[in-house]
């Protein structure tokens, strides 16, 4: 017998225009605003709005029900411009005082894998975020995509954080269950909580697969898969899109949320938030070195910086960060740490173009190439509005700054 | 089961050849070959001067006993247009040595045809592109065997819409005779079903892929001027067809950008004169390089010594030197009017007509190695899947469709 902890993630990157070479020194206009806003609305009206008023009347009917929800700074500010309802509804959610919000870093960037101190800057702006908005000062921190390491227990250790969010990847675990809190062997006190991903992916990702053999996925079933598992807690961790978004409506999967609670109950099953799993004492220590995540086969972080675009336009960006700071210009800062978002270097992954698949669909570039044209391009101009001034003219700062990498 | 017997209708083979299609059908017959399909090749015979290299090359019998080569003396060029052709010939059809015109030649080729095909058995003809369609249609007539015709460019095509008339009545009647059409790409099967209203089930799909090895793709051959610059090159032919005028616009904007930057021209057509002209207008001569046209080792040398090899087509029904130039480890941008931007996907594409796309991807290929590296090693690997052996299967399984 265990409980579930339910977690979703909130994201939306804001989108780079199809920025050009002609347009640098001319144009800083860099995200792409009708984009941006046709997506947003697109999904606030196929999951956001709907999927908020299941998990609204779930609370409503089920005492025991309650999630957690990491929400990101550049989806927060998308719901600001283009779809202040949703913000309205996540407020409510709020309110009940049956949401818990995580933090991570405002512009889900993997800022903690370039540079510590962006990383605990854009960390700061989502604690500050959180409590604006929505009264909550997180104890549990999540790193984007899931990134993990023991370094960065330690980091969310020393920043206050008492559990953090992990993959219960195969590579890492072995033989032990994912369904236990674990000790990041690195700290004092922390713990780790690890996604199920096999549960979680069976709704995230084969929900509407029809050549699945579970196919069709019912919460009855479900909750019968569930309810034998032993351990402290099963840890549904998934993107919050999945509800009308990746597994659209008519798949029933909005039936299935609405179901769930109602099904666990009758196998005697509660939740849990991420915070109250923190107080469990751990079963283990895991001693993780190297960078994993939550996505693809692989679970590490060769999405976001597994080629020589990705690399190269990681480390122009972070090279900028002293001047970017320095220049004392709000857009420009503000501009700059949106192209942190990790979104853009997925968009240059070229691991599975060759096979057409996931990456693609969530790629607005024609090709990873484009996506890394476009990025570079920018910036490029970024370099320009730092360095163009002191180096007489843009020609000169340009040659400088390239021949840096 | 006895083997498949061709008779295939041609007009050029390597070295003796001015575009893509003789290392096509070079690469073809190799496949069939490879297939089991026994191959009777039928083509022109070359001008005197490139005769004997020519014989020595079939005289080499490098596809083993399955393919035989005749010739028929001819001064077929298919990629001429009709007036280039009576430019090229008019000194030696005056002594009575050549046909007067491209035409002549066509129909001289026919009636040779028919008597081969009395003499040589066959179960199918086999008929590249509409210099040979009449051929393959009186060859029917003698054998009464099935006519399939292979179209790798449409006379619209090769001359930006404005089609000779009297060349694309021949196209007409060879693609609505045929008992099957081989098209080398979607790209193609489009044309010829917008043009000439032929019904897309009797048109088949062979994309085209490339010869496994050759020495001269491993020459790295580098040139001074690497030293100098970066690199950027045209390969092809100098007409319409190729867009050498959008190349050249696109030379001078990025040349605004990288005033470094060398642009080698590479082939001879009859726009070279105004393509000379342009670059000295746009005041970028210095940094513009015309080789003429290249054949054999040459060819993979201006790849070689190229960052960047750039295909702006205005029509490419496939574009089989943009596989070439992967294979020699440089990376391409192809126009989206190709054939090879349908399967392609480790290399940049633009309309041929957005000049300021195709500069901005130029520009960062440029500037950015991590940009270079990655589209030429992935694109380098993914070269590898075009082999010979898929297509022959395909055009194999296409005889075996109308043979039944």
Redesign the interface.
């Known amino acids: 017998m265990t409980n579930v902890c339910l977690y979703f993630q909130v994201h939306q990157p804001f989108r780079m225009r199809k920025y050009?070479?002609?347009d640098i020194g001319h144009n800083t206009n860099y995200f792409d605003e009708q984009k941006n806003r046709e997506v947003m609305q697109k999904v606030a009206k196929k999951c956001y709005i709907p999927a908020n008023r299941v998990i609204r009347n779930l609370i409503a009917k089920h005492d025991d029900f309650k999630c957690a929800f990491s929400i990101t700074g550049t989806a927060f500010e998308q719901f600001q411009k283009y779809a202040p309802a949703v913000l309205d509804s996540f407020e409510e959610l709020a309110s009940t005082g049956a949401v818990e919000f995580l933090n991570e870093t405002y512009h889900h960037s993997l800022s903690f894998l370039h540079n510590k101190e962006e990383f605990a800057d854009q960390v700061r702006m989502h604690q500050r975020m959180i409590k604006e908005n929505f009264n909550q000062k997180p104890v549990v921190f999540r790193n984007t995509e899931l990134v993990y390491n023991n370094e960065l227990a330690k980091t969310a250790e020393d920043m206050g954080y008492k559990a953090i969010l992990a993959e219960g990847a195969d590579h890492v675990l072995g033989w032990k269950s994912p369904n236990y809190v674990y000790k990041p062997k690195t700290t004092r006190k922390m713990r780790l909580l690890l996604k199920n991903y096999k549960l979680s992916d069976d709704v995230a990702f084969r929900f509407s697969d029809k050549s699945w053999k579970e196919h069709p996925v019912t919460a009855q079933k479900y909750a019968e898969w569930i309810a034998p598992i032993l351990g402290d807690s099963i840890n549904l961790f998934m993107d919050y899109e999945t509800f009308g978004e990746h597994q659209w409506e008519d798949t029933g999967i909005f039936k299935f949320l609405e179901h769930l609670p109602a099904e666990l109950r009758k196998k005697g099953i509660s939740f849990n938030w991420p915070s109250e799993l923190a107080k469990i004492e751990p079963k283990d220590e895991l001693d993780i070195h190297s960078p994993m995540s939550w996505a693809d086969v692989e679970r590490d972080t060769s999405a976001w910086l597994g080629?020589?675009?990705q690399?190269?336009?990681a480390q122009r960006l972070y090279s900028l960060r002293r001047d970017v700071l320095s220049s004392g210009d709000a857009t420009l800062i503000d501009a700059w740490r949106k192209l942190s978002t990790s979104d853009h270097f997925y968009y240059m992954c070229?691991k599975w173009?060759?096979d057409?698949d996931v990456h693609k669909y969530f790629n607005p570039y024609?090709?990873p190439?484009?996506a890394?044209?476009a990025y570079?391009?920018i910036l490029n101009d970024i370099i320009i509005r730092v360095k163009g001034d002191e180096q007489k003219g843009v020609g000169a700062a340009l040659k400088r700054w390239?021949s840096v990498? | 089961m006895k083997p498949t017997r061709v008779l295939m209708l041609g007009w050029e083979f390597p070295p003796f050849k001015s575009g893509g299609l003789g290392t096509a059908c070079y690469g073809l017959t190799k496949g069939l070959a490879r297939q089991g399909v026994h191959v009777t090749f039928v083509m022109p015979v070359a001008p005197e001067g490139a005769k004997a290299e020519f014989v020595k090359l079939i005289g080499a019998n490098q596809f083993g006993k399955n393919i035989k080569v005749l010739q028929i003396p001819s001064t077929l060029a298919p990629y001429q247009t009709a007036d280039q052709y009576a430019e090229d010939y008019a000194p030696l059809s005056t002594k009575g040595v050549y046909g007067r015109n491209i035409y002549q030649e066509a129909r001289r080729f026919a009636r040779v045809a028919k008597i081969i095909a009395k003499k040589e058995p066959h179960d199918v003809i086999h008929a590249h592109d509409w210099m040979t369609y009449d051929a393959g249609i009186e060859a029917r007539k003698v054998s009464g065997k099935p006519l399939v015709v292979h179209i790798h460019a449409t006379e619209f095509d090769r001359t930006g819409d404005h089609p000779n008339t009297y060349i694309s009545n021949i196209e007409y009647k060879g693609l609505k005779e045929a008992d099957l059409i081989i098209a080398n790409s979607n790209f193609t099967k489009n044309n010829v079903m917008k043009h000439y209203k032929i019904p897309e089930n009797k048109i088949r799909v062979v994309h085209w892929g490339i010869e496994e090895d050759d020495p001269a793709y491993h020459l790295n051959y580098r040139s001074t001027i690497n030293k100098k610059g970066k690199v950027v090159l045209f390969l092809g032919r100098i007409t319409i067809q190729k867009g050498p005028d959008y190349f050249i616009e696109v030379a001078k904007k990025v040349h605004d950008?990288e005033p470094n930057t060398y642009f080698v021209i590479a082939g001879d057509g009859d726009m070279m004169p105004r393509i000379i002209n342009r670059a000295h207008e746009l005041g970028i001569a210095e940094k513009v390089i015309f080789t003429g046209f290249l054949q054999g080792a040459d060819v993979h040398k201006a790849f070689q010594m190229a960052d960047l090899y750039v295909m702006p087509s205005v029509s490419e029904p496939f574009g089989l030197v943009a596989l070439e130039s992967l294979k020699n480890k440089t990376p391409i941008i192809v126009s989206k009017q190709s054939g090879v931007s349908e399967v392609l996907?480790?290399c940049?594409?633009t309309d041929f007509w957005d000049i300021?796309?195709m500069?901005?991807?130029i520009?960062?290929v440029l500037?950015?190695?991590?940009?270079h590296?990655?589209?030429k090693e992935?694109g380098h690997n993914?070269v590898q899947k075009f082999n010979l052996d898929e297509p022959a299967r395909k055009i194999h399984d296409v005889y075996k469709e109308v043979i039944r």
Do not use: P
């Not at chain 2, 500037?367 to 940009?371: D, P, V």
């Open positions: 050009n070479v002609f080629n020589r675009m690399n190269a336009a070229t173009f060759n057409g024609d090709s190439y484009e890394f044209i570079m391009n390239m990498s | 950008f996907k480790n940049l594409k300021d796309k500069t901005d991807m520009v960062n500037r950015n190695q991590a940009l590296d990655e589209l992935l993914e």
